[in-house]
Nanobody, 122 residues
């Protein structure tokens, strides 16, 4: 079992930065691939970024490449999403997910957090 809790969301102006955190509990966390997804009202949950269990591989959606950075600290049981140059279209609820398999852009993860709202004003 892995429990996930996101934090760090809020309101920011366009062009600003924000760092999301995902705190994970469970002794097997370090063996899970982790992903960040986002969901805007009336839309599907979309992949944002993913990182392998050993931090060797990272993947990003084209819309966030060069602006967002995913990282993890297995010792602390945490995953982070650094978001720079934020745009109004980045507004969404952001979720972190854990999967025991390789990173996937499909929201078929084993565990999810409750989400944190990110709002970017123009």
């Amino acid at each position: 079992q892995v429990q996930l809790v996101e934090s760090g969301g809020g309101l920011v102006q366009a062009g600003g930065s924000m760092r999301l955190s995902c705190a994970a509990s469970g002794r097997t966390f370090s063996f899970y691939s982790m992903g960040w997804f986002r969901q805007a009202p009336g839309k599907e949950r979309d992949f944002v970024a993913g990182i392998s269990w050993n931090r060797v591989s990272t993947y990003y959606a084209d819309s966030v490449k060069g602006r967002f950075t995913i990282s993890r600290d297995n010792a602390k049981g945490a995953v982070y999403l650094q978001m720079n140059s934020l745009k109004p279209e980045d507004t969404a609820v952001y979720y972190c997910g854990a999967t025991k398999y390789a990173i996937t852009t499909h929201p078929q993860y084993d565990y999810w957090g409750q989400g944190t709202q990110v709002t970017v004003s123009s």
